[in-house]
């Protein structure tokens, strides 16, 4: 399986928290699109021997383009590519680029389908209109229910953003976010830890006490909650972010963290092969000029073995699936795996950390290193622990 993402640099307006890339500008969208299918086809000849199980439209906001450009995208990707008979297209989307006003809104929805998206990924964040405008987002409460009382007439495969550890959001109100996914009978949420990212609007106001600082016990609060909820409605928290419902985990999320091939297009997007990433540069006119000059404006990076193992270790230990110990000595040796033991050690007597011996999953005799419900909100900061230094 591999997977294609395109990143759409375009937003209407700046989220507070936000550090992807993006303009507010859609002077370049154009010029933009134009340099997607480009890219395209300079880079037909990348995964030749793969079919592609995933297309994904991310930023920014792929919303605002056109049903025009998307398929033009899209049949690009048909074009160079060896698509399989029934891949999973994703398309991510603001609420307030699909509220329905007129007829013709409406028939965006069926004009998605048509191209063969069948997965949206809408950006709800909150519920409540205070929390969306403490994160200057672009749509109201409104916008966001009307938006998914519509999206669920055509899409029985929705995921929906929700952020946790907002300030001044007490756990009775996360609650009712969640109330209100389920009664949409949502089937995959993704649900992020408000974060303060360096230089963004959000870091500035709170080093200039213009924004409540951000509390750990809440965010804390506000997880464990979240995975009780999610667990009693028969979600699965496959990966630390992410909850689905059973045959509704993301194909396309799931093939980065059990290092599938992909390849990313746009400005600022990575790729992945075998023992090489890449990535491209992340500025919209300087992309547009190169590939208009037929050059690929990419930064290359060689990965090596350990490269490979502390990846594993970061993507594994986020997931259901954990880290397989007999991969772990098969593919990097008795070194890495004595490593890796010797380091969980101390992680496994706090109970943040332990080595299943349920082989149903898969066939294994040194057994699967996962995550215990203690050490689930510890996990980023424990795989960093567990690296192998160069």
């Not at 109201?140 to 899409?155: P, R, V």
């Amino acid at each position: 399986m591999s997977g294609i993402y395109f990143h759409i640099p375009f937003c209407k307006q700046a989220c507070y928290y936000c550090d992807f890339h993006f303009s507010t500008s859609f002077k370049k969208k154009g010029d933009l699109i134009a340099a997607l299918l480009m890219e395209l086809n300079l880079r037909k000849n990348e995964l030749k021997n793969e079919t592609i199980e995933t297309i994904y439209f991310g930023g920014g906001t792929p919303s605002v383009l056109s049903i025009q450009e998307l398929r033009s995208l899209i049949e690009a990707v048909y074009d160079h590519y060896p698509v399989s008979n029934s891949p999973e297209i994703t398309l991510e989307a603001n609420p307030d680029d699909m509220v329905i006003s007129n007829a013709l809104d409406s028939l965006k929805y069926q004009d998605y389908k048509d191209l063969g998206i069948n997965r949206l990924s809408i950006g709800i964040q909150s519920f409540f209109e205070d929390d969306l405008k403490r994160m200057n987002r672009s749509h109201s409460a409104e916008d966001a229910k009307n938006c998914l009382s519509e999206a669920t007439k055509y899409f029985d495969n929705i995921s929906i953003d929700l952020i946790y550890g907002i300030p001044n959001m007490d756990v009775e109100k996360w609650n009712r976010n969640l109330d209100m996914a389920f009664d949409f009978g949502i089937k995959h949420i993704s649900s992020y830890a408000l974060t303060i990212e360096p230089k963004t609007a959000l870091d500035h106001f709170i080093k200039k006490g213009k924004y409540p600082s951000l509390n750990d016990n809440l965010t804390l609060q506000h997880f464990n909650h979240l995975v009780e909820r999610v667990n009693n409605e028969g979600f699965i928290h496959y990966e630390i972010s992410n909850f689905g419902k059973p045959n509704y985990f993301s194909k396309h999320n799931t093939g980065y963290w059990q290092g599938k091939s992909y390849l990313g297009f746009g400005p600022s997007a990575h790729s992945f092969q075998g023992n090489q990433r890449t990535w491209n540069i992340s500025n919209n006119a300087k992309y547009i000029q190169a590939i208009q000059n037929e050059t690929l404006p990419k930064t290359i990076e060689n990965l090596t073995m350990t490269d490979h193992f502390n990846e594993y270790i970061m993507t594994g230990l986020r997931t259901v699936w954990g880290v397989s110990l007999d991969k772990i000595e098969n593919e990097f040796g008795k070194a890495y795996l004595n490593h890796l033991k010797t380091r969980s050690k101390k992680f496994i007597d706090r109970d943040l950390l332990i080595i299943s011996t349920d082989y149903s999953e898969r066939n294994s005799h040194n057994g699967i290193l996962k995550t215990t419900p203690k050490g689930k909100f510890l996990v980023d900061g424990m795989a960093s622990d567990l690296f192998m230094l160069p």
